[in-house]
């Protein structure tokens, strides 16, 4: 049950893109594609930006998408605003029918 | 809309139990997979259980297997956790969360409710 590799932080201007990577096992994000991405503003709960690996809820801005390639999971936050300023976290099914999350990834707006 | 409300955090001396609730609304409860995740202070999400829609079916993180137990009551909306032989590093913000589909990642989250293990 080891926590899946986020970078610990990315930054970007307002405008740019960023892409922060989640990169986990065959017993996780590479054989399912039930891997979702949170947002987590600080002293906030986590709130859904993607699931089932590029989906996104009613609601949430068309800037933010998400791919998987093999083992690894990306989000991509294109259009940089400062208000996207916060933790992102990844989450995957596994292969034992739990659930793991990234290590956690802090956005900077320059 | 969806609405998840925990109850029961507080101080705890390591050791003893506690049981924290979340109350469930706006959506048929009797039909979603629910999670417990925690936050210690200043670090990551961690998953800590998660129950099926029918109370079938429970998973557990490897480091509270044996001393948590979550359960669900479809009559009331609610889903517990009894946390016992409670230690200091169980200590953290707990979030009840409702699964998309079956047992995979949450979509709604409550706002959570705070355990301190301490003596």
């Known amino acids: 049950q080891s926590a899946l590799t986020q970078p610990a932080s990315v930054s970007g201007s307002p405008g740019q893109s960023v892409t922060i990577s989640c990169a986990g096992t065959?017993?996780?994000?590479?054989?399912?594609?039930?891997v979702s991405w949170y947002q987590q503003q600080s002293g906030k709960a986590p709130k859904l930006m993607i699931y089932?690996?590029?989906n996104r809820p009613s609601g949430v801005s068309s800037r933010f998408s998400g791919s998987k390639s093999g083992n690894t999971a990306s989000l991509t936050i294109s259009g940089l605003q400062a208000e996207d300023e916060a933790d992102y976290y990844c989450?995957?099914?596994?292969?034992?029918?739990?659930?793991?999350f990234g290590t956690g990834t802090k956005l900077t707006v320059l | 809309q969806v609405q998840l409300v925990e109850s029961g955090g507080g101080v705890v001396q390591p050791g003893r139990s506690l049981r924290l609730s979340c109350a469930a609304s706006?959506?048929?409860?009797?039909?979603?997979?629910m999670h417990w995740v925690r936050q210690a202070p200043g670090k990551g999400l961690e998953w800590v259980a998660v129950?099926?829609?029918?109370?079938?079916?429970?998973f557990y993180v490897d480091s509270v297997e044996g001393r948590f137990t979550i359960s669900r009551d479809s009559s009331k909306n609610t889903l517990d956790l009894q946390m016992n032989s409670l230690r200091p590093e169980d200590s953290a913000v707990y979030y009840c969360?409702?699964?998309?589909?079956?047992?995979?990642?949450?979509?709604?989250w409550g706002q959570g409710t705070q355990v301190t293990v301490s003596s």
């Open positions: 089932d690996v590029s």
């Open positions: 706006g959506f048929m409860f009797s039909s979603y997979g």
């Open positions: 129950i099926s829609y029918d109370g079938k079916n429970k």
């Open positions: 989450s995957s099914y596994t292969t034992s029918s739990t659930l793991v």
């Open positions: 969360a409702r699964s998309t589909q079956s047992l995979t990642p949450p979509d709604y």
């Open positions: 065959n017993r996780d994000v590479g054989i399912y594609d039930y």
